[in-house]
Structure formats: C-alpha cells, structure tokens
T-cell receptor, first 114, second 116 residues
Framework: EAGVTQSPTHLIKTRGQQATLRCSPISGHTSVYWYQQALGLGLQFLLW???????NRGNFPPRFSGRQFPNYSSELNVNALELEDSALYLC?????????????FGSGTRLTVV | KQEVTQIPAALSVPEGENLVLNCSFTDSAIYNLQWFRQDPGKGLTSLLL?????REQTSGRLNASLDKSSGRSTLYIAASQPGDSATYLC???????????????FGAGTQVVVTP
C-alpha cells in the first residue's frame, strides 16, 4: 500500500512569489492535514480538509490556503511568500471515523524562500 | 488550552541501554495519543497510537503507556541501538470540539542519540 506522497521534495522560491505544494493521501483516507515545521519551532497545524471541505485551520494568515480534490488529494498554496515561510511542510492523512486510524505523514516538502 | 511537554529535550545513551521518554499534557480530555519518530529533515513515522481508553501499547522493542488522569505518557525503547537515534515526538488528539477536531497537538520532541 502506497503511503502519503508529497511533491515536490524541495522548492525554492523568491520572496513575494507563490508556492504550490501537493499531497496524495493513502488510498481510502478522506482527510488530509497540513502542518508547518519551521526551524526551531514545533509542528504547527495549518489546515484540515475532509470530503472536499475545509474543516479547520490553524492560526495562519489567509495567504495560506488550499483545496481538496474529488480524489482526496490536496494542494497547499502559499501566496506572497515571506522569508519566514521557509519550513518543512508535512501532509498527513487519516480516515475520520468513530475510531480514527493513526495519522500517517508524508516525507514533506522543504520550502526555501530567498 | 492544551499544552504538550516533552522532557528531556535531549538524551544521549550508550547502545544497549533502555530509553525512557516522557510526554505530559495539561488537558486530559484527549481522544488518543500518538508517538512519532522523525529523522533529520524527514517526515514523521508513526510508532504507536494509544486510544484514551487504553493503558498501553506495545510493538517490538517499543512500549508506550498512558495515564490520562495524570496527563502523562511514557515511551520505553528497550535495548537501544544506534539506529534509534532520532527525534521522538508525542501528539495528542482532542475529543471533538469545533476548534480542536482534526488537530494534533505536538510536543517539541526529545532528541535521542544512541552511541555505539
């Protein structure tokens, strides 16, 4: 069974540009979660999508946005990039039931803003 | 507001010693707790998940306990090996509320080095 896949592995962007990160969940998982791990900081919750809808978002500005497609894959968009957006972005998936399966994380996208 | 703390922040042990990693949380209204491993610059690998109704989970050399009433979980790694060197993170998932559902609240992690 394929795990959670994220692309690209690395991304270098210039300040002010837009970045698009992609995530494919484990087959059968309907929920996708995005987390940011900046250097020296812990993992911060960004966004949760389930069944194509945004269900919850963390304390991030609106320039962090995303969407979930009918096949449950997801995109994270970061507009007007700032230097402090440089971080490892991790995607996770799970199936939302009364007894949720463990979250499974992908290998991440390393975003560098220069 | 839930706070998740991991002590110690870093740990170095010789190969063969048992590892004891601690995780504490302030709000006992959790749904489950999950332990992860993270290698430098990499994603997270799930190690163990404990539902709130469970006391412990075991997988090979790993054993995790949960005391929800005292807000504590402990991860034990028996007979450590150099390959166990990594950062270990605990994360709690809360019972369903509008604000908390879907979020994992992570601790800052314990960085482990196992020396040959």
């Amino acid at each position: 069974e394929a795990g959670v896949t994220q692309s690209p592995t690395h991304l270098i962007k210039t300040r002010g540009q837009q970045a698009t990160l992609r995530c494919s969940p484990i087959s059968g998982h309907t929920s996708v979660y995005w987390y940011q791990q900046a250097l020296g900081l812990g993992l911060q919750f960004l966004l949760w999508y389930d069944e194509g809808e945004e269900r919850n978002r963390g304390n991030f500005p609106p320039r962090f946005s995303g969407r979930q497609f009918p096949n449950y894959s997801s995109e994270l968009n970061v507009n007007a990039l700032e230097l402090e957006d440089s971080a490892l972005y991790l995607c996770a998936s799970s199936f939302v039931t009364a007894k949720p399966l463990p979250y499974t994380f992908g290998s991440g996208t390393r975003l560098t803003v220069v | 507001k839930q706070e998740v703390t991991q002590i110690p922040a870093a740990l170095s042990v010789p190969e063969g010693e048992n590892l004891v990693l601690n995780c504490s949380f302030t709000d006992s209204a959790i749904y489950n707790l999950q332990w992860f491993r993270q290698d430098p610059g990499k994603g997270l690998t799930s190690l163990l998940l404990i539902q709130s109704s469970q006391r412990e989970q075991t997988s090979g050399r790993l054993n995790a306990s949960l005391d929800k009433s005292s807000g504590r979980s402990t991860l034990y790694i028996a007979a450590s090996q150099p390959g166990d060197s990594a950062t270990y993170l605990c994360a709690v998932r809360h019972v369903m509320t509008t604000d908390s559902w879907g979020k994992l609240q992570f601790g800052a992690g314990t960085q482990v080095v196992v020396t040959p």
